[in-house]
């Protein structure tokens, strides 16, 4: 069983940074595949970074304003956002899976395990 806890949301504005943190527990068979999406009202799931072994990748609208990392020996996955825009704002999920290759990894239907979100909003 894997569970996943995201933490690290807020209030912020428009340029402040923020870092979410998704604390891991429990094993993921296969190689794994950790990534960040988020939900805005009336909009669908987006993938917004993730990782698979050593490769990292990223959605457009954030490329060069996030940083997906990770800490092994906490278990624990980062999202380090910098210069919010207020369109950042979103609920944004955790996600884990295995064996997954880009483009499926950029696919929420391709995930097994989920946490529950945490808020992230941008003010003007």
């Known amino acids: 069983q894997v569970q996943l806890v995201e933490s690290g949301g807020g209030l912020v504005q428009a340029g402040d940074s923020l870092r979410l943190s998704c604390q891991a527990s429990g094993t993921i068979e296969g190689t794994p595949a950790i990534a960040w999406f988020r939900q805005a009202p009336g909009k669908e799931r987006e993938f917004v970074a993730g990782?698979?072994?050593?490769?990292?990748y990223y959605s457009d609208s954030v490329r060069g304003r996030f940083t997906v990392s990770r800490d092994v020996a906490k278990n624990t996955v980062y999202l380090q956002m910098r210069t919010l825009k207020p369109a950042d704002t979103a609920n944004y999920y955790c996600a884990a899976g295995s064996n997954l290759r880009s483009p499926a990894l950029r696919n929420p239907g391709r995930y097994n395990y989920w946490g529950q979100g945490t808020q992230v909003t941008v003010s003007s």
């Open positions: 990782f698979r072994g050593t490769n990292t």
